[in-house]
């Protein structure tokens, strides 16, 4: 099986390191300032030349409401009127990247994020997908992965049903616990029926697939009623869960300053409500697909990592990685071939750039052949539990084991402590290794050494 979990609590406790959620790699940290629009026209150029599907991600940074363990780029502000500049440059940025593709290509996936996309008004909803389709070649068959964020204390049965008649198919819902104390404790009150409400319409006017998100290791939980909202969320039965560690970073994330750090609970506490968390989830039907995701055996990702097809980019776990990703917004990264960019996360800044007629990019990466190469590893070790030398030796003219020489002895003591089996042709990351697979992963990062450490969240 697949989605065989071991828990061994001494292995868990000596390699739960603070480290990468390889969503890319490079990750995010390795970008600078020497990327910039320049590079982006050339890798558009060339998806143009490709006719490369596309995979969209637009970023809606306000939230009515701040709520403290957040760590998005985000502005919080009751005045639904900062949308409007906003959506301006929007368009703005749409359309001036839209000419740089072929009218042909194809968009698989959409995801709207944020943030919070509902923020938005119907109208300024209905304008925004109306640009998209106006200037991307959007499906209408439904068949795409078209997804968008939910708050369900911004949303209801009307906002459900404009979301579908636009063509979104999929939901993430922001849950993180449902126990009012520790909602006291983060700023987000949200009650099980509003959230409850949110997926009956999801449902009832069928969107293809519901996720919800947790959090555990907030302040005022403990094992016991972390527990109760798992069994809540269960008996919602969404199709897919992420269940996130709190990373509490306070120096990075200024939100996060408010939380009272003598209720947060102890490492001890956290491994219990993941190894129960775990426990409820495999008992309920769930598979563990990797890196704090769960799904239904019937669920496109359970199927995907089946069939050796699951990949993971900006966006998480996806079936779409073969897409390239164009990211739409303040501080939306993009994949196009091997160019990652990013956009400024200052609102005014990117917000001047664009009424410059200017595109907003700020800093990015243009991949080499090592890290083509430690790509291509690590996203078979994160996505599939193992790795193949002859397909890496095949794909990239190496010998594996000659390449890597410098890191045997770390993999082999990984292979004593029995979190992989090594052998002369392949690694296994065995159910014993699974939730650490991150660890692993980061015997590949070339970079991580020049890193600090204190940027990353822990691994469990």
């Known amino acids: 099986m697949l989605d065989a979990i071991r828990w061994d609590t001494d292995l868990i406790r000596r390699y739960d390191l603070a480290g990468p959620r390889y969503t890319s790699y490079p990750t995010a940290v390795q970008f600078d300032g020497r990327v910039g629009t320049f590079d982006l026209f050339h890798a558009l150029r060339e998806s143009r ?94 068949s795409g992965d078209y997804g968008i964020e939910i708050d369900p204390r911004e949303a209801d049965w009307s906002t459900m049903g404009l979301l579908r008649e636009l063509g979104f198919n999929r939901v993430s819902i922001g849950l993180q616990d449902l126990d009012p104390a520790v909602q006291r404790a983060v700023n987000r009150l949200q009650s099980l029926e509003e959230t409850r409400a949110v997926i009956d319409a999801a449902r009832t006017l069928q969107f293809r697939s519901i996720n919800i998100d947790l959090i555990y290791g907030l302040p005022r939980q403990t094992p016991e009623n972390f527990a109760r909202t798992v069994d809540e969320v269960i008996n919602l039965q969404p199709d897919r869960l992420s269940v996130f560690n709190y990373a509490h970073l306070p120096e990075r994330f200024m939100p996060q300053r408010r939380i009272n750090v003598n209720e947060l609970p102890t490492p001890a506490q956290k491994l219990e409500m993941l190894q129960r968390t775990i426990e409820q989830l495999t008992a309920a039907g769930y598979r563990y697909i990797g890196m704090d995701h769960f799904a239904l055996p019937d669920d496109e990702l359970a199927i995907a990592q089946e069939e050796s097809t699951l990949q993971r980019n900006f966006q998480g776990y996806t079936t779409h990685g ?13 994949q196009i071939g091997d160019l990652y960019c990013q956009n400024s996360s200052d609102l005014n800044q990117y917000q001047n750039s664009l009424a410059s007629a200017q595109l907003a990019t700020s800093r990015g990466l243009l991949c080499n052949a090592d890290d083509r190469l430690r790509r291509a590893v690590i996203q078979q070790l994160i996505c599939h539990f193992s790795l193949e030398f002859a397909e890496i030796e095949q794909a990239f003219n190496i010998d594996f084991q000659g390449y890597f020489t410098e890191l045997w002895p770390q993999l082999q003591g990984m292979a004593e402590d029995g979190l992989i089996e090594l052998d002369n042709d392949r690694i296994t990351i065995l159910p014993a290794g699974r939730l650490l697979v991150r660890s692993v992963c980061m015997v590949f990062d070339a970079y991580l050494e020049q890193q600090n450490r204190q940027r990353f969240s822990r691994v469990i």
């Open 49 to 142: 030349k490709a006719l490369r599907p596309l995979s969209l991600y637009v970023h809606v940074p306000f939230c009515a409401n701040i709520c403290y363990y957040c760590a998005c780029n985000k502005v919080i502000t009751k005045d639904r009127g900062r949308a409007l500049p906003y959506l301006q440059r929007l368009e703005q940025e749409i359309q001036l990247i839209a000419c740089h593709l072929d009218p042909t290509q194809k968009v698989e996936q959409l995801h709207f994020g944020g943030g919070t996309p509902t923020f938005l008004s119907h109208d300024e909803l209905r304008q925004l997908m109306a640009q998209l389709r106006k200037h991307f070649n959007l499906l209408d068959d439904d």
């Open 322 to 334: 073969h897409c390239d990703l164009i990211g739409l917004g303040v501080s939306a990264i993009s």
